[in-house]
Structures are given as C-alpha cells and as structure tokens.
C-alpha cells in the first residue's frame, strides 16, 4: 500500500513538472495577452477587445513577427469578477508573458495590475477609465483611453454651458467605476456652476426595478439625472423614469456607450440622452482603413476594438524598441516615445495616461448616437 | 397632492405591479406545495423560460408581420402552453419518480433543474440580455401626479383575471375538486376513482403557465431579461408564498401583493439596498412568529 503511494506521489509529480515545462513560451514564440469581460453580461465588450488585439496581433505576425519570433496571442476571461482577474495575472505570469491588453472593468484593472507591477510585466488597458488604475505610479501600466475626472469634467462643462439654471440629479451603481465617475462629475459641476445638486443616490445594479428611487426623485422636477454606471441599467433608468412621467435626460459615461443602450431603454424614451465618450471612429480618416479590415475579419466594430487593437499595437512597440522580452525596458521605451495611432499620435504622461482628454459629447438623436459639437 | 402624498402612492402603485407578478409566480410554489409537499426550487427558472419564450415568440410573429395586439396574445398564449409542458416535463422526469422517497431527494433534484434549466438557457440562448422585441408606449392614466403606465395597468388587470379564474377552476369545477382531493388525501383519492398523476400533472401545468404570464409580462415592463432573473424572482415569490402561508392559494395572492408593496416602500423611504433585506426579513420573522403565514392554517409536520 505504501509502496503503491509512493509511486503515486512520483507520477502525479513527474506529471505536474511535465505541465509545467509546457507552460512557458516556446523558443520561438512571443506570449502576449488580451483579457476583458469574455463570458457574462459584459460578453460583447470581451469580444470587440480579443477582436481588436488579434488583429493587431495578426498584422505584426504578417510582418514577420517580433524580435525574429512568431507572436501568439492568449486570450483570458475575467468575467468581470476581481478575484478572477487577479488569478489570471498569476497565470500569464507563469506562462511567460511580458504583455497584457486589458482589463475591461476598472474594479478588474486595479487588484490585477499589482500582480503586473509585481512581475515587471506591461499592462495596457483600452477601457478602464477609474483614475486610480493609473495614480498609484506604476512604471508599467499605462491606458488608451481617457479618465473619470477627465469625462466627468467634460459632461459638466457641457451642463454649465448648454443647460443653465437645470436641476441636477446624480445617481450611481455603487461600482468602483459607477460611483467614482459620479462623484468625478459632481465635485466638477458644483465647482462649475457654484450650485449643488439636488439629489445624489445610488441603485442596486444587480435590481432591474429602480421606480423607488425614481419615484423620490420625481417631486424635486429634475431636468438632467447624471448616471455612472454601464447601459444594462442606464437603459433600464430611462424606460421607467418616461413610465413614471419624468422628463428629465439622462447624462452617462463611456460604460453606456452601446447601441444596447438604446434598444433596452426604447429608441423614443432614450431620445435626447447624453454621455462622454471618446471622438467617433468613423470621422477619423486615419482610421477607416483598419476599421475596413477589422469588419472583414470581425464583423462590426465595437466602441473599445480599436483602442484594444491600438493598445496592443504600442505594447509590441515597444518591446520591439527595447530589442528584448523584458517588461521594464519595454514599459521605458513606451513612456519615452510617441505612437502614431488611428486616434492620432499618443504619449504618455509620467503616471501612463494618455497627454490630451480625449473625450466628447454624444447624444442619441432619432435612435442612433451621434457625436455633437460643443465648446 | 402634496409631494409626500403623491411620492407615497406612487410607491404604492409600483409595489402592487410587481406584487402581482410576484403573485403569480407564487401561486406556482403553493399549489405544487399544496398537493405533493414539495418545494419546486426550479419555478424560478419556469418563470425565466416563460419570458425568454413569449419574446422568441413575438419576435417570430413580428416578422411575419402580424398587427402588434394579435402578436402580443398569440406570443402571451405561446408561451403560455409552451412552459406549461416543460413544467409537467420537470415533474415527469425529476419528481415523479421520487415520489415516496425521502423528502430531501426531490428538493435537491429541484434545485438540479433549476441549474439544468439555467444553463440550457445560457447555452441556447447566451449570456447577453434579451430585449424585447417592440417598444410599448410610455404613456399611462395619470391623477393627481400619480401614473400608472399602461404596461403596470396591464400587468394588474391580467394577473387579477387570472387570479379570480384560478379561484373559480379550483373551487366549483370537478377537476378543481379533484386537486382539492388530491391535496389532502392521494392514496384516499386515487381509491376514489381520481387519476392522481394526472391531477398532479395538471397542477404542474397551470402553474408553470402562471409563472410564464408572469415571466412576459415583466420582460414587457421591464424591456429585457438574461438567464439569471429567474433566480432571485423565485426566491421573492417563495417568500410570498411563505407570507401568504403556503399551500394556501389566496394566501399566495395576497402575500405576492403584501410584498411587492412593502418592497418598494423599503426601496422608496429606507434605500433600494434595503428592499432586499426587508424582504428576507419577512421571511424570518413569518417563519418564526407565524410559520402558518397570513391566510394560512396550521398543518401537522410538513417540510
């Protein structure tokens, strides 16, 4: 019995080690990553990243690969929980890869990233917008995108400027990203207008029914409720505050930029809603031709495939400036050079945050988003 | 009206919509209860399937383009029948063949279609939200600031047509008196010349249809549903149940209302993060002050 044990414990081992032998990269193969949202209600989100990085990937393959060495691309599935995040950045770790894309959900992003810092590996996320992904300084994180305080800011120029006099109503998820940009579009719009909101709550995002709370908030007369929050609930917002007979409009960040959006909260109700996001693709002529071959491969483009494409674009970048598989060289070339984007040419600050605020507004107009002009 | 008042009766008018359908979910778990003793914890997901079913429906019929009010009652019939049978498929298959074996043994293999019925839903259907098909108007009856919107006004109307027919089927008709019969006696009745099988299987049908009204008519009020509403929509119907006193099917009726109204006023005047708490709350204190619930009577030993 004992004897038996024994040579067990020898297999199970000798299969563990086998294992992880076959982990780390091959010698001629280059492991970078894209991890988001791929399974769950954030599903589509997941998608359009791996989508917009493989084609990135596929592109540099074409051309030859990196450092003399074919590229493949890991994709990874958070599923919007932090604690599968986290593991997964072990993960990659132990699979020898220097580059992430990712994560989608700034509540992701923030756990995953110090295991990144930790391991010297370079993390670029293309969505996650919460300032504190970037503020704590790490030398190998940066973003595409913009930030909270950056779109909270813009969404409450634009009420100063275009709704003067209106009545401000804020509400939250309660989400690291809801509630941050919330209280980001607040702190702005009472510096802003000298005025104080007049009302600020939060709403439970795994509910479907928020008629409680609107139903408190439809004797105040609130012209604009601001929401930081993703388009499920946005959506469902605006369909129950047309059913109680409140006319105000909606205002909203990045996370419901979704055609989604429109259809749960019904094309007539969302009419005239507002949110910050980053400038329409469309209109950005150095971007049609990467948007023509995304469409080929994938199909349509969604609101963060380019920025995912773009971000794993100036990771390989620089790990082929540094010349070697190393995360610290790769992360000092990104911050000491520039990149010439479909967006435009991107730096990065000290802290790994894009120079110039990239957001804008858009409002939905006949049932369809369309970037306005303001300022 | 005055802000307070108006803010109070429109708290009212919310609760009541979703009590009904709450309501009617419950009336699943009490009559299933009431006649074989058994907890259905895969009601929720009857519920769930009823809604995803009513849109597939009504999309299909919207494309072959039917007038709107002829798609909305074909898709509503449709579903209806549709999870009615894979309520009596459920029984068939998972209960049936328990039936006389411990009384845990049917609970977990409740609990094992309740999975089952989530992930065939997530598998055939994915992960994303399903939105329904046609934008309803936003429009409603409003007096004195208070609204009710069509939908809500639709969703009361048709949960109490169903609840004064079920009233009736089960108190003056013969095959109400069978399940009557069947509920406190199987043995004495099936000796009585009562196919209990089929009584029992007749119950599972009418119930998994009520939960299927309940399942489009939310997915109606609300504009989408994904795999997973089933589950803590089951849970809130079970606590209504338990209110109500469970077994008891006006009980189930007026716990659902009970509920859905002491919910929204919780949501309302405490905060949203409280409805749940307070819901769950109910339940405890029913369990421990009055285990036999607002209606219901006082049984010997049951689960």
Not at chain 1, 13 to 28: D, E, W, Y
Request: charged share 15%; proline share 4%; net charge positive.
């Amino acid at each position: 019995m004992d004897y038996l044990r024994r040579i067990a414990a020898i297999v199970a081992a000798s299969l563990v080690i086998a294992g992880m032998s076959s982990c780390g990269p091959g010698r001629h193969v280059v492991r970078v990553a894209v991890i988001g949202p791929m399974t769950g209600e954030q599903a589509k989100q997941g998608k359009d990243m791996a989508d917009g990085a493989r084609l990135a990937v596929e592109e540099w393959n074409a051309k030859g690969g990196i450092l003399g060495k074919r590229i493949e691309l890991l994709v990874g599935d958070d599923a919007q929980d932090p604690k599968q995040a986290n593991s997964l950045a072990n993960k990659m770790w132990t699979m020898g890869v220097v580059l992430v894309v990712g994560h989608y959900n700034s509540s992701c992003t923030i756990p995953a990233s110090e295991i990144y810092n930790l391991r010297h590996m370079v993390m670029i996320t293309p969505a996650s917008t919460n300032p504190k992904v970037t503020d704590r300084g790490y030398k190998t994180l940066f973003r595409v995108c913009g930030r909270d305080d950056q779109q909270g800011l813009v969404a409450a120029q634009y009420v100063v400027r275009f709704m003067p006099g209106a009545k401000v109503t804020v509400l939250h998820d309660k989400t690291t990203y809801g509630q941050g940009l919330a209280d980001e579009f607040m702190a702005n719009y009472e510096k802003l207008s000298a005025k104080k909101v007049v009302y600020y709550g939060a709403i439970v995002k795994e509910d479907q029914d928020y008629s409680a709370v609107l139903t408190s908030l439809k004797p105040l007369d609130p012209d604009l409720l601001y929401f930081g929050g993703l388009y499920p609930q946005a959506g469902l917002l605006v369909r129950q505050m047309r059913q109680l007979g409140l006319k105000a409009i909606l205002m909203a960040g990045d996370g419901t930029y979704d055609p989604e959006f429109i259809r749960i909260a019904g094309a007539n109700n969302a009419e005239g809603s507002l949110l910050t996001f980053m400038p329409d693709q469309e209109k950005i002529p150095g971007a049609q031709a990467v948007i023509a071959s995304y469409r080929k491969r994938f199909g349509e483009v969604g609101p963060y495939s380019l920025y995912s494409y773009e971000a794993m674009n100036i990771g390989l970048s620089g790990i082929a400036k540094a010349g070697a598989l190393d995360g610290l060289k790769a992360a000092a070339a990104i911050h000491s050079s520039s990149f010439e984007t479909v967006f435009g040419p991107i730096s990065f600050d000290a802290k790994g945050d894009v120079l110039d605020s990239p957001y804008v507004v858009w409002r939905v107009e006949s049932g369809r988003l369309v970037q306005i002009p303001y300022k | 009206m005055t802000g307070a008042g108006f803010e109070f009766f429109q708290q009212i008018i919310n609760g009541l919509a979703v009590g009904a359908v709450y309501a009617l979910i419950a009336l699943g778990y009490t009559m299933v209860y009431g006649i074989i003793e058994l907890i259905n914890f895969a009601h929720g997901e009857i519920y769930m399937m009823g809604a995803y079913g009513g849109i597939i429906i009504l999309a299909a019929l919207m494309a072959l383009g039917l007038p709107l009010g002829l798609a909305l009652s074909f898709a509503l019939l449709g579903t209806l029948l549709l999870t009615g049978l894979y309520g009596v498929a459920t029984e068939r298959l998972a209960y049936r063949p328990l039936r006389g074996a411990s009384r845990l043994a049917p609970l977990i293999s409740a609990l094992g279609m309740s999975i089952f019925f989530q992930q065939y839903v997530l598998l055939s259907q994915g992960a994303r939200d399903k939105i329904f098909p046609v934008e309803l108007s936003s429009g409603g009856f409003s007096a004195g600031g208070v609204k009710v919107s069509y939908i809500q006004a639709a969703i009361l109307l048709v949960a109490t047509l169903l609840m004064v027919g079920l009233t009736l089927f089960v108190g003056k008709t013969r095959v109400g008196r069978a399940m009557r019969a069947t509920a406190q006696d199987p043995v004495m009745a099936s000796l009585s010349g009562v196919p209990v099988n089929g009584v029992i299987a007749l119950t599972f049908f009418i119930g998994s249809s009520l939960a299927a009204v309940a399942g489009f008519m939310i997915a109606m009020y609300y504009g989408k549903v994904n795999y997973l509403v089933g589950y803590m929509a089951g849970l809130k119907a079970f606590v209504a149940a338990v209110l109500g006193g469970i077994g008891n099917i006006p009980g189930a009726m007026a716990g659902g209302l009970v509920l859905g109204v002491v919910e929204s006023l919780a949501a309302g005047y405490i905060g949203g993060e409280y409805k749940d708490v307070v819901a769950f709350g109910i339940l405890i204190a029913v369990l421990i002050v009055r285990p036999e619930g607002l209606l219901g009577t006082r049984l010997p030993e049951k689960v």
